[in-house]
């Protein structure tokens, strides 16, 4: 990528680039399967009690897929289901296909009670899949651009939204997301998707994200120009190394017998060059 390109897509908040910028300092190890497809070996619900709840319910079909919904079903309580390891640097595959209806996400660096560095999984009107959230209990700030909705509950098709709270972004909150018209093309709502999470960086991560091979977004938190992100605040609810989870959103407005599936799940760790 030319430098041009690399200055100006540093300068707009929303944009369209060919590809994210890529970490050439990265060195990366073996990619390592951390679903059997059998079990939740490897994985526990929270142990703490978050803003979501006490961890959600979940299990694996007898197809290997693995599932999340509330507990008891429609209850409102939610939560995550965490990795034993804890990540700081690296990168993550998965395939999801969540019901229509369910708020999840994929959160990275997170700690017991589930709060830390959100991917969106939010499958549902006004919902946003692929661009970032933190969220925590003390201060959570969404990076969210855009989102869709469903022209007609009972079909597939969706439409794009404009979010409000982006009328005031100044030019930099993201460093790359796609179009909404990009990430319309490649998403199937429902069937089987693909994602790639990257992240790297010290305690303000720089996070990107792919959507069946779509660039979705490159997020660096420590240059990002939300208006309305605090970096000192965030460090203080942040961590450098945490879990890998996955989200049941706590609340009412999760129906019963509506579920997030999840599988082919493989991270590799990346290190850094002694340069």
Not at 10 to 35: E, L, N
Not at 90 to 108: A, K, M, N, Y
Not at 147 to 173: A, C, E, H, Y
Request: with cysteine.
């Amino acid at each position: 990528m030319s430098k041009f390109v690399i200055w100006f897509c540093s300068i707009v908040a929303i944009t369209v680039c060919p590809v994210a910028a890529q970490d050439t300092r990265s060195k990366s190890g073996d990619w390592i399967s951390i679903f059997n497809g059998q079990d939740l070996t490897g994985w526990h619900k929270q142990k703490l009690r978050g803003q979501h709840g006490t961890g959600g319910n979940w299990d694996v079909t007898k197809h290997g897929v693995l599932f999340g919904e509330q507990d008891p079903p429609g209850s409102g309580n939610g939560g995550l289901l965490l990795t034993d390891q804890v990540f700081s640097e690296f990168e993550l595959e998965l395939s999801l296909r969540p019901d229509w209806g369910p708020d999840s996400g994929v959160f990275v660096r997170t700690g017991e009670r589930g709060g830390g560095w959100q991917v969106y999984v939010d499958h549902h009107d006004n919902g946003n899949v692929g661009h970032i959230r933190l969220e925590t209990k003390p201060y959570s700030v969404p990076f969210r651009p855009f989102g869709f909705s469903r022209i007609d509950p009972q079909r597939p098709p969706l439409k794009m939204i404009d979010d409000v709270r982006t009328r005031n972004w100044p030019r930099g909150v993201y460093e790359q997301t796609c179009s909404r018209e990009e990430w319309l093309a490649v998403w199937n709502p429902d069937d089987w998707n693909q994602m790639r999470i990257r992240v790297t960086g010290g305690q303000l991560p720089v996070i990107e994200v792919w959507v069946n091979d779509l660039a979705v977004c490159r997020f660096d938190a420590a240059k990002t120009k939300h208006p309305q992100f605090d970096r000192d605040r965030a460090r203080e609810v942040v961590l450098e190394a945490g879990s890998i989870g996955f989200q049941v959103h706590g609340g009412k407005n999760w129906e019963a017998g509506k579920r997030v599936f999840w599988k082919d799940v493989r991270v590799r760790t990346l290190q850094q060059d002694d340069q």
